[in-house]
């Protein structure tokens, strides 16, 4: 009878277990719905699309590698990653340079820190949309504000958006600007540096410029890597100022056209959702490569605590 009563007793916990487990189920339901039919689902009919000639308006017809042996002949593809690596390596650094920059000025504890905090975050929030794309074309247009203000100093403006030499650079500066995200991050990493190592460094006389070197540099470089993988990703996939910008062509002479606006051409300009689909397939085999470069390379320049 005690047995009886002893197995009972363990049978206990583990019914309680397996209803908590069903309820924890549940409620995950609903993310396990939008994980395979809005994630995984679509991303494996991509892949399946990618070997087809699949026009969205009759029944893809499997077509073998032919998709993806295109890829090597297209020469506006080609030219979509040249434009899209540009980007990436021009805008990236000076974006998380002048992040990191602010940040440093708004850890000294500046009056009004709150405000300005979010008045500098704020163009992360507002410089994917397209009512400022629409505003950058503006500004940067023949009879732009940049060319107003260049006309005060006796200096002739152009039409930095029509002009294949400059339209790049325009977007790249519109990049640039929207560097409140890794700012609000690089600060709580500098608030996370212990007081006691610069006041270490002062007593042993060690300038601002060194301190900054020896010390802020190599125990925020968890945090800039952090910041470099993200807003690379966020790069590679930078659509809606391109079509904008460039009403929807990647021009003046194909100089913005970035492989993701190139891709949505192929896809939803010209009916070619197959090849659509392996460009889509193509550019995330390049953020995983760039992603992967990355996390070998922090081996030789992150520094952890432990």
Known sequence: MS??????????????????????????????????????GPMLA???????????????????????????????LHKSLGVTFTYVLVSIPLQLALALGLALLLDKGLRGLAFYRSAFYLPS??????????????????????????????????????????????????????????????????RQIPTALYEAASVDGASRLRQFRSITLPLLTPIIFFNLVLQIIHAFQTFTQA????????GPADSTL?????LYQRGFGHFDMGYASALAWLLLLIVAIFTAINFWASKYWVFYND
């Open 3 to 40: 047995s009886i009563n002893e197995l009972r007793r363990l049978r206990g916990p583990q019914r309680g277990a397996r209803q908590q487990n069903k309820a924890a189920l549940l409620f995950l339901l609903p993310w396990f719905v939008g994980l395979f039919g809005i994630t995984i």
């Open 125 to 190: 929030l507002i410089g994917g949309s397209v009512a400022i794309a629409v505003l950058w074309r503006t500004v940067f247009g023949t009879d732009g504000l940049v060319n107003d203000l260049l006309a005060l100093v006796g200096i002739e403006g152009q039409g930095w958006i029509s002009e294949p030499g400059t339209a790049l650079s325009t977007l790249i500066v519109l990049n640039v600007w929207t560097f409140g995200s890794p700012m609000v991050i690089f600060l709580a990493g500098l």
């Open 258 to 262: 970035f492989y993701s606006l190139y």
């Open 46 to 76: 991509s892949l399946f699309l990618s070997f087809t000639d699949y026009n969205l308006l009759q029944p893809p017809e499997l077509s073998g590698l032919d998709n993806w042996t295109r890829i090597l002949h297209d020469e506006r």
């Open 243 to 250: 079509f904008v910008v460039s009403g929807g062509t990647g």
